[in-house]
């Protein structure tokens, strides 16, 4: 059976796969190790590229665009100095689980270790503050591992992701691989609450004298349901709630009409 797959470059393969997970900006600021993408970037309209005035501003603006998007934020920056600018905003979007998914150059893979020009450790520096981090230096994983990086940074706790590209696989010819046919080996996040420890949680706060409500972020990733939810329990167990910074907006104003939870019965019924 022949393979009939798309072949194409290392970079047509980086922006064939942002399209089709639905990237539609790319904050970035160029540099000699990153050309061959920026080059296909400019030969398609369905990427915008924002350019920055430094790679720190590039993160930062991408976490502005996937908190008030709910999308990943794409970073597109060089080698050497350039990735290591970005380093601040990526340790900031891991503490505010923000997703992000940032490209960085990186010099041709047989210079690597070799103290070549702007080259630096990249997947060494950014393992303490990303989610997730890749030296691709196959072309043939390449579509796979964008695909994968977009899946780590949106699921579970969100994140941010950093691919390291070495730039002589931004120019070899490679098949591109679609995301559907892409899934992760290993990374399985939990997504289903332990029971026991919910019921756990709800007998400490009947015991509680006096129980306050601590709020994290982790409401606001969730989604809008979360948010009703944690309204609708403060409401019906007339408990006082306080946020952190990442969740301020949690307490919705208006009255929540969904049926109250298990949690919330539990909370208000008669003690003897």
Request: glycine residues 8%; charged residues 20%.
């Amino acid at each position: 059976m022949s393979d009939t797959r798309e072949m194409l470059t290392g970079a047509e393969i980086v922006l064939k796969a942002l399209k089709d997970q639905g990237v539609e900006v790319i904050f970035g600021y160029p540099g000699g190790a990153v050309l061959p993408i920026y080059d296909a970037l400019f030969q398609q309209n369905a990427i915008r590229h924002i350019l920055v005035r430094h790679e720190q501003a590039a993160v930062h603006a991408a976490e502005g665009y996937a908190r008030s998007t709910g999308k990943v934020g794409c970073v597109l920056v060089t080698s050497g100095p350039g990735a290591t600018n970005a380093v601040t905003g990526l340790t900031d979007a891991l503490m505010d689980s923000i997703p992000l998914v940032c490209l960085t150059g990186q010099v041709p893979t047989h210079l690597i270790g070799n103290d070549a020009f702007q080259e630096c450790d990249t997947t060494g520096i950014t393992r303490p503050c990303t989610k997730h981090n890749y030296l691709v230096k196959d072309v043939n994983n390449l579509a796979r591992t964008v695909h994968e990086a977009f899946y780590v940074a949106r699921t579970g706790r969100p994140g941010p992701v950093v691919i390291d590209l070495p730039k002589d696989v931004q120019f070899a010819i490679g098949p591109y691989i679609p995301p559907a046919t892409v899934a992760h080996k290993t990374y399985r996040p939990r997504t289903d609450a332990d029971m026991s420890v919910i019921d756990r949680a709800i007998d400490m706060l009947v015991a509680a004298e006096r129980p306050v409500i601590y709020g994290g972020g982790g409401i606001i990733n969730s989604g809008d349901e979360a948010s009703a939810l944690l309204t609708e329990f403060a409401r019906l167990t007339n408990i006082p709630v306080t946020l952190t910074l990442m969740a301020l907006g949690a307490i919705r104003p208006r009255t929540v009409s969904s049926s109250a939870c298990s949690a919330c019965t539990a909370l208000t019924r008669p003690t003897s």
